[in-house]
């Protein structure tokens, strides 16, 4: 296909049309790029679209040459998850790769590129404990919650009725409509 003269505006219009027709290889390279051209790709917000970046280019490094036909065979599950162990020394920037795979893959899957993916079977190799962590009412042995705030006893309806007050006589409430919202009232205020 001619491009018209170099420089000029006709060849740069001829070259953009031509890099958005797409490409319809059977590999996991044209996949890749097939994805970035995606409206789903593009509608990321560019910090996003950074980090998918790098991790496709991972992915395009390791499974680029290979049909996608080999990519939705079962063989290539123990491939996928020997890459991963590789990458096993960064446990997180592993499970992003991974997912980026699983994503890239299920497109193919949407656009009928692919059968199946494969890697939607590979577990994640960072494990956290959040819960024993930072809260200790929580004991991991059991998975519950022990122990806890003492129960606020009230000297009459009338008083379980009246609002929380804080130290300072200040009075607070809390609207969970946008998010947690306080609200600090004095108590002469409120009476």
């Not at 162990?85 to 499970?95: E, F, L």
């Not at 379980?160 to 300072?168: E, H, I």
């Amino acid at each position: 296909m001619a491009l018209g003269r170099e420089g000029t505006t006709e060849s740069f219009e001829r070259l953009a049309e031509a890099m958005k027709k797409e490409l319809r290889g059977d590999t996991v390279h044209n996949l890749v790029w097939e994805y970035l051209q995606s409206e789903e790709f593009t509608k990321l917000k560019s910090l996003t679209q950074r980090d998918y970046r790098r991790k496709l280019d991972l992915i395009r490094m390791k499974f680029g040459p290979p049909s996608l036909r080999a990519m939705s065979a079962r063989e290539i599950a123990a491939h996928l998850d020997q890459w991963r162990d590789s990458m096993a020394a960064s446990p997180r920037q592993a499970d992003h790769a991974v997912t980026m795979l699983k994503t890239l893959l299920s497109y193919g899957v949407r656009r009928g590129r692919l059968d199946q993916n494969r890697a939607l079977g590979i577990p994640a190799l960072y494990k956290h404990d959040r819960c024993a962590s930072c809260d200790p009412h929580f004991d991991s042995a059991s998975g519950r919650i022990v122990g806890g705030a003492p129960r606020q006893v009230h000297d009459s309806p009338d008083q379980a009725r009246r609002p929380a007050l804080g130290a300072k006589g200040q009075r607070f409430s809390r609207g969970l409509a946008s998010g947690l919202q306080i609200r600090w009232r004095r108590r002469a205020d409120i009476q």
